[in-house]
């Protein structure tokens, strides 16, 4: 199973930005679909950007137009820009592979640690 290291949350104020990294380990990175995870306190996990193996991307409606999801094959690296934050997104972020063809896809890597991402004034 593919491992992953997820970095870059923080503290930010309502209107911020951050970028979120998540570097995975294994075979075929390069044919796989990734996914960003959210998890806020009291609530499930849940999926909120995908970008797939030939670069596609789609976003949970909540996120549209605020998230860009994006990968670097030749890094092993994927990336969630944030921008535009709302308290709202407080949570733990995770990154995981995918399979499936569409959303909600299914969850195949191993979590990881996850980051912490708060947005409070």
């Known amino acids: 199973q593919a491992q992953v290291v997820e970095s870059g949350g923080g503290l930010v104020q309502p209107g911020g930005s951050l970028r979120l990294s998540c570097a995975a380990s294994g075979a075929f990175f390069n044919i796989r679909h990734m996914g960003w995870y959210r998890q806020a306190p009291g609530k499930q996990r849940d999926l909120v950007a995908v970008v797939t193996n030939d670069g596609s991307t789609n976003y949970v409606d909540s996120v549209k137009g605020r998230f860009t999801i994006s990968r670097d094959n030749a890094k092993n690296t994927v990336y969630l820009q944030m921008n535009s934050l709302k308290p709202e997104d407080t949570a733990v972020y995770y990154c995981?592979?995918?399979?499936?063809?569409?959303?909600?896809?299914?969850?195949?890597?191993?979590w990881g640690q996850g980051t912490q991402v708060t947005v409070s004034s």
């Open positions: 995981s592979s995918l399979g499936g063809t569409s959303w909600p896809y299914v969850r195949l890597g191993s």
